[in-house]
């Protein structure tokens, strides 16, 4: 839950190839339509390249389709039936929540996590999980390849060694390596789904800076838990598909109890984006969200890494008089990564954009969330570049609920107050070759 106490504080936009019509009109269908592989090449392609030419510009929002048409027209997102949804934003609240949901766990705990590495924090979770194994739920845990290149230790034999089912996505050997496609196609969603009817779902990995403390070099980011057997029964058999494709023990979606769905209090959109020719539907969540605003969008997005579709969307909400803010990180697991986001700083300002630096000391900002005109709440995995977009697996939930929306705003405000706006002096400092380099560079590959 959010919490104003200080103690508990806490991709990729661009479509290369746009569609001509709606407030997503730069979704690539086309581009996503083709074979993998030609898409693979397209991509490093235009990484090679200097994005010199220009993308057909959006339509007017006037003309644009209601946020919930243009989600079920260009991505084919329908909106789900969900209860009260609750948001958490620290590394203390997100572990609390994690513990609680796997102790009211009474038949099955299904776990997507980008990273599990080593940590105190990561072996309480697998403990937790192992005691719940033993009384007879079932418990599969899902992580991707990159566990095993990041500081940290992958836990992976900490799984082994609990029981715990687990399966590693794409793994990174040297008989992969030639294997470019599967390479560069990560899992980068951090998903859990509870008896086929709680989902918790947002930017927090189970490593030691997702569940650690703010201020002791933990991160602020984002989590929400709702009921929803509508979108835990979608989310739970792209789980088994992932997991069927990773691992060689197969599971079944109908092994998977699956309540009935039941009124609930508000609706939400859940985007799922796997590839494998389907649309790349987390460029039309954000696009949307941009078409929709018509007052004030924040972006809390550290790894934002502009280009130029993402810098049309700013320009085209800030003409017809939507103030467009993004809140960036000061500190970072990499060097490079804040160097890839600050030297867009000052094309986001050209396209009438404020930003924002949160300055908080030992606190690593990983929040991926927007909330446009304190209506639209969205929280998810995805960051604002392109990998994000094309070349990662990902996953968010845009809720229409004032509650939420109010529990987003109390965030937002307890991070603008750790944070200072930039001044256009400020980022004149970040267009640097270095920072130009790694901008360039983390285009596809950050």
Request: proline share 5%; hydrophobic share 40%.
């Amino acid at each position: 839950m959010v919490s104003l106490r200080r103690s508990n504080q806490a991709t990729r936009v661009e479509f290369p190839c746009p569609n001509p019509t709606g407030p997503t009109a730069a979704i690539p269908h086309h581009f996503l339509g083709w074979p993998r592989a030609a898409r693979w090449c397209c991509g490093l392609l235009a990484l090679a390249m200097a994005a010199c030419a220009s993308p057909p510009k959006a339509q007017p929002a006037a003309r644009a389709a209601s946020l919930a048409e243009s989600f079920v027209e260009k991505a084919g997102v329908v909106r789900v039936r969900s209860g009260r949804a609750e948001l958490f934003v620290s590394g203390p609240e997100i572990r609390s929540k994690m513990l609680q949901l796997i102790g009211g766990a009474r038949h099955s705990l299904l776990i997507n996590s980008y990273l599990v590495t080593k940590s105190e924090f990561t072996t309480q979770i697998i403990a937790a999980l192992k005691l719940k194994q033993a009384q007879g739920v079932r418990v599969q845990v899902t992580a991707d390849s990159s566990s095993r290149f990041v500081a940290a230790p992958a836990a992976f034999d900490e799984l082994t060694k609990a029981g715990i089912p687990w399966a590693e996505f794409h793994p990174i050997r040297l008989a992969t390596v030639g294997n470019l496609p599967r390479l560069l196609e990560r899992d980068h969603r951090k998903v859990w789904i509870i008896d086929g009817r709680t989902v918790f779902l947002g930017g927090a990995n189970l490593t030691s800076e997702s569940l650690g403390d703010p201020g002791a070099n933990g991160n602020l980011d984002l989590m929400v838990a709702f009921d929803s057997p509508e979108a835990a029964r979608r989310l739970t058999a792209s789980y088994v598909a992932t997991w069927n494709e990773a691992s060689q023990q197969k599971l079944r979606a109908e092994d998977f109890v699956i309540p009935e769905t039941r009124s609930a209090d508000t609706g939400a959109w859940v985007f799922d984006q796997q590839l494998d020719g389907e649309p790349a539907n987390i460029g039309t969540m954000f696009a949307g969200l941009f078409g929709a605003a018509r007052r004030e969008l924040w972006l809390v997005h550290s790894y934002t890494f502009t280009n130029p579709t993402l810098l049309r969307l700013v320009r085209d909400a800030t003409a017809r008089g939507v103030r467009v803010h993004l809140v960036l990180a000061h500190r970072a697991v990499s060097r490079r990564l804040l160097c890839a986001s600050h030297y867009g700083i000052r094309d986001f300002q050209q396209a009438g954009g404020e930003v924002w630096i949160h300055d908080r000391p030992g606190t690593y900002l990983h929040s991926k969330g927007v909330l446009a005109d304190d209506r639209w709440t969205c929280v998810g995995s995805a960051n604002l570049n392109r990998r994000s977009c094309g070349l990662s697996r990902e996953a968010g939930v845009v809720f229409d609920d004032p509650g939420l929306a109010r529990q987003f705003r109390m965030h937002l405000d307890a991070v603008r107050a750790e944070s200072h706006r930039v001044s256009p002096a400020e980022a004149r400092r970040y267009r640097t070759p270095r920072h130009w380099f790694w901008w360039k560079v983390l285009q596809w590959a950050g």
